[in-house]
């Protein structure tokens, strides 16, 4: 599997994505951030530094993690 990653979203440098995760249009996952594996990360969601995230989660459009 791999990483699906909209041109639109920023995912910085340090960010750790997991394997089979998808993250769609305008979002920011900020270095420090985790994501783990077979996440979908819905449009224009933050996901701040620090900020972890488990396995087979589904985070809505328009959320902020801090």
Wanted: hydrophobic content about 40%; glycine content about 12%; charged content about 15%.
């Amino acid at each position: 599997m791999s990483v699906q990653i909209h041109p639109t979203a920023c995912v910085d440098d340090g960010a750790v994505v997991g394997d089979g995760t998808r993250i769609w249009h305008f979002c920011h996952i900020a270095a420090g951030a985790k994501i783990g594996k077979n996440c979908s990360i819905g449009q224009n969601v933050f996901v701040a530094d620090g900020v972890t995230i488990g396995d087979h989660v589904k985070i809505q459009n328009n959320v902020s993690l801090y």
